[in-house]
């Protein structure tokens, strides 16, 4: 009774009532219209992220032909694997997201993002539209994971579009020419993956990354030809890796910059703050994921009989977990859990989830958004909204499709 329509406008402009109400009625629920049981407080969510009776398994139960390049991709990435695969496939590519190597990176993250905000700023001067995601939150992580894998600039144009098209299966009805698109953008982007580990390997085409090392196609390649039996990645599982990086290294975080921005400037309050006190950066990030998550939903199927706080969840049947609705429960965010404190601390939010899929990329999200509010607040302090933002008809994936920003005073 209380299930929402997740292609209803009215509940994609503003899930989260909605999502209180089901809080309210109960941890799990029945949702004929997703066809899964959804956990909706942190506890339920939580313990489905972390029961190891829980998996994500790429199922071949459903492929179909017309599928092939999209379920090769799947089947072969680290998000979608269980056990011994995926602990070995998320060591490899572990290291290249640590927090040393992130540290790393920052000078280059700053950089760009000040140069993107400098770009932005000076349209708004010149009193053009300045579309925050096409100017800001959209280029910064693709050029970002797009450097630390090595694909060069000329061959970047695609990825977004690619990208949009595969993570729009994860939304619950895709539609037959979502299916295409995105078997497509499957087969098109494992063709550039297969491209660039041949030129690495013939030794042509290595591009400067202006990264802190070798690009990680050139470190998977390494392991993936050194056929050690403890590391070894084949060929399919290097491509598939490659490709959900660059998807998970940038989906998310375009939505959290849009989201974030669009949450600080409907509270100016928490604008004014973050003005007046640059140190609220980190705990600033934290809040904004908490409070508008970007990934509001991950599914998960049981490999063995389980319960979710009192749910049966049979072997082989699915449960998803509704991350939009853990971040705002009062149960674990008190009675304000509605309300964005951008100095909130403790704040133990789920939007990287939790358990052995944990986010690879965390700390990397952390560096750019913070990068972007820093060169934000000091560069455009009197941002303001232009208009109505658009919003993306997704509701897995909640963000902006356009966010025209203007300033309200220095103009
Ligand atoms: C604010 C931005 C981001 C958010 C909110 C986010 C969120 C998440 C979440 C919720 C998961 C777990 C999915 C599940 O349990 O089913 C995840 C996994 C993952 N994320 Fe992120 N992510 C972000 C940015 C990034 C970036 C920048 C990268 C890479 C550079 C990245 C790489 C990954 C990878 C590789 C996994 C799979 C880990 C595994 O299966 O062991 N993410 N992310």
Redesign the pocket.
């Given at each position: 009774m209380h299930a929402f329509d997740p292609a209803d406008p009215g509940f994609l402009a503003d899930p989260y009532p909605a999502y209180a109400a089901l809080r309210a009625a109960g941890p799990v629920h029945d949702h004929p219209g997703l066809g899964v049981p959804v956990a909706v407080t942190h506890a339920a969510c939580s313990a489905v992220?972390r029961d190891r009776g829980l998996g994500?398994i790429w199922s071949d139960a459903e492929p179909a032909a017309e599928l092939a390049a999209f379920n090769l991709l799947h089947r072969n990435s680290?998000?979608e694997r269980e056990g011994e695969p995926?602990t070995r496939l998320?060591r490899l590519?572990a290291s290249a997201?640590g927090r040393g190597h992130t540290e790393r990176l920052a000078p280059l993250v700053r950089a760009r993002a000040g140069a993107l905000v400098d770009g932005l700023v000076d349209r708004i001067r010149d009193g053009a539209p300045a579309d925050l995601v096409e100017l800001v939150a959209a280029p910064l992580?693709v050029a970002v994971?797009a450097d630390?894998l090595g694909v060069p600039e000329d061959r970047r144009a695609p990825l977004r579009e690619w990208s949009d098209a595969i993570v729009r299966m994860y939304e619950p009805d895709p539609g037959d020419e979502g299916r295409r698109a995105a078997e497509q953008a499957s087969a098109d982007f494992t063709a550039l993956l297969r491209v660039l580990v041949d030129e690495r390997r013939s030794g042509r085409g290595v591009p400067a990354t202006g990264g802190p090392g070798p690009d990680l196609i050139t470190d998977l390649l390494a392991v993936r030809d050194a056929g050690s039996s403890s590391v070894r990645l084949d060929e399919d599982e290097l491509v598939g890796t490659a490709v959900?990086?660059l998807m998970?290294?940038?989906e998310?975080?375009v939505n959290?910059v849009g989201n974030g921005v669009h949450a600080l400037l409907r509270h100016p309050d928490q604008w004014r703050r973050l003005l007046d006190d640059p140190e609220l950066v980190g705990t600033a990030v934290e809040e904004l994921?908490r409070f508008d998550?970007?990934?509001q939903l991950?599914e998960r199927t049981a490999v063995v009989d389980t319960t979710v706080a009192g749910h049966p969840v049979p072997a082989g049947s699915r449960i998803a977990t509704l991350?939009g609705a853990a971040g705002r429960d009062p149960a674990v965010f008190g009675a304000d859990a509605d309300h964005l404190d951008i100095g909130r601390s403790p704040n133990p939010h789920l939007?990287?989830?939790a358990?052995?899929?944990?986010?690879?990329?965390?700390p990397?999200?952390r560096l750019?958004?913070a990068e972007v509010l820093r060169a934000l607040r000091e560069r455009l302090p009197d941002a303001a909204l232009d208009g109505e933002p658009v919003r993306r008809p997704r509701f897995v994936m909640r963000g902006w499709s356009e966010l025209r920003l203007t300033a309200a005073v220095s103009r």
């Open positions: 992220l994500r680290l998000l995926h998320r590519v997201f992580p994971i630390l959900l990086l998970a290294g940038h998310a975080t959290v994921i998550a970007p990934l991950f991350l939007g990287f989830g358990g052995v899929h944990y986010c690879l990329g965390a990397l999200a750019e958004i």
